[in-house]
């Protein structure tokens, strides 16, 4: 396989590749590639955070002003904990395509919420499904007790039926906009009704809240309950359409082909099966296509994981994960709405841009940062005397050079553009390049990795 096309591959299936794995893949063909990521994310590797404090906690617990304010203090310390976990398994992924799966679906299946409990299992559950069958994984998402709180389904009872589930459900998470009539909202809904979760998120249904009358749903009317209601929007094949489209604006292109959304919604529709959906893709010859290469916008995570790819390094302080995140404009767990992160330009506006052009040197050279509270203003600073910004502090990390100069050993500073930058290089940025050729292996891929060209892969 060619070395230029497994680099395409690895920087939207993962966030980029070093070397000697770019060297050792090259020797196989595309299916054998293709097919090794697969198997090596066959498993699912949760993340866990130390939360048996909540073993003994009871709904007595939850009832106590006093208990129940030190509960939510404990909880917001350990969804950070477990924000800054993923980060770094984001980072190390045994599992890498199963890892970006995730990823992508933390921006469709988008939640939010408080307890450490509930978002520690949601995000595994994301994990566990990322590869597996879609309607098995769209009917677990609605009973998870995240989801259950995000969209109000806790509220939503026979007598006062809530639609703001149902209505996410077809909207964002199935069939896209305008593939339903209000109708369909309200008679989906009270098939939702009811659904409820234990303390310890266990789901469960309130019989005495759940509606079981008969409902009329796209033409079809029985006593439907929720999972009968998503069997029925996954008949259509629209669903797989939507889904198809999501995959392609994430994994290849922000530009739609349409010729190549049907073959993948013919493909998905079949079983709704995710990875055999996402093989097609791989496989296809259209994916390593040039137009293909270099065209989209890393987010902020694929930024900054795919910099440690090239100079792994730690934050010494990791609190310094979180606020580095919102800077550019993406903290993990925390998505704006329930539409998720826009995507594509929207990642890149006047300040983010030009955190991005020098965050390599701030991270790399520990440099210090200035920032408004709401991220607002940012910029390198010598003197924070002439600049009263709101806030101040070092970045400061440790850098593991040792591994990137082993890594990069036998690459020349000339050959290193092209290593870790897989986009076309304009006319004045290759004229710079070559006037700084001479410059140290590290300066020159700080360099590198503080170009325009490096947000795109």
């Known amino acids: 396989m060619k070395s230029a096309h497994i680099q395409h591959l690895y920087n939207r299936i993962g966030f980029g590749i070093t070397p000697q794995e770019l060297k050792r893949l090259s020797k196989k063909n595309k299916k054998k590639v293709v097919e090794e ?4 994310s066959k498993n699912t590797n949760k993340i866990n955070v130390d939360i048996s404090y909540l073993k003994s906690i009871n709904y007595k617990d939850l009832k106590n002003k006093e208990k129940r304010r030190e509960l939510q203090k404990m909880s917001r310390k350990k969804i950070t904990e477990f924000s800054i976990a993923w980060f770094q398994r984001l980072n190390n992924p045994s599992e890498i395509l199963r890892e970006k799966m995730t990823l992508f679906w933390a921006n469709h299946f988008v939640c939010e919420n408080k307890n450490i ?10 994990r566990e499904n990322a590869l597996g069958n879609f309607k098995d994984f769209t009917k677990t998402i609605s009973k998870e007790a995240a989801m259950l709180n995000y969209l109000n389904n806790k509220q939503n009872k026979k007598k006062s039926p809530n639609e703001n589930f149902a209505r996410e459900l077809m909207e964002l998470f199935t069939l896209g906009q305008d593939q339903y009539t209000e109708k369909d909202i309200k008679e989906s809904a009270r098939a939702f009704t009811g659904y409820n979760h234990k303390i310890k998120g266990d789901f469960f249904l309130r019989k005495k809240h759940h509606d079981e009358s008969d409902k009329t749903f796209f033409g079809k009317t029985g006593n439907f309950n929720g999972d009968d209601i998503i069997d029925i929007i996954l008949e259509k094949e629209q669903c797989a359409r939507f889904i198809s489209e999501k995959i392609y604006t994430y994994f290849v292109n922000d530009t739609i082909d349409k010729k190549h959304i049907e073959k993948m919604t013919k ?11 996402m093989r097609y893709v791989l496989l296809s010859n259209w994916f390593y296509d040039a137009e293909n290469i270099g065209n989209k916008i890393k987010s902020p995570i694929e930024f900054l994981v795919g910099m440690n790819t090239i100079v792994p390094y730690k934050f010494k302080k ?5 606020l580095v995140q919102r800077l550019l404009g993406q903290v993990l767990l925390s998505p704006p709405n329930v539409a998720g992160w826009k995507t594509g330009r929207s990642w890149i506006d006047s300040n983010t841009i030009v955190t991005r052009l020098r965050l390599p040197s ?13 991220g607002d203003e940012e910029t390198m600073i010598t003197n924070f005397e002439k600049r009263k910004l709101r806030k101040q502090a070092y970045i ?9 100069e082993e890594n990069y050993k036998n690459i020349s500073n000339k050959e290193l553009a092209s290593a870790i930058i897989n986009t076309k290089l304009n006319k004045g940025t290759a004229e710079m390049l070559n006037r700084n050729e001479k410059l140290s292996k590290q300066n020159y891929v700080i360099q590198l990795m503080s170009l325009p060209e490096y947000q795109l892969c």
């Open 37 to 40: 990521l697969f198997t090596s």
């Open 117 to 126: 409990l509930f978002v520690q299992k949601y995000n595994n559950v994301l």
């Open 267 to 277: 493909v998905f529709y079949k079983d709704y099966n995710i990875e055999n959906l």
């Open 318 to 322: 990791t609190k310094q994960i979180r």
């Open 362 to 374: 701030i991270l790399l050279n520990n440099a210090q940062i200035a920032y408004s509270e709401k």
């Open 396 to 404: 400061r990390i440790n850098a593991n050079w040792n591994a990137f």
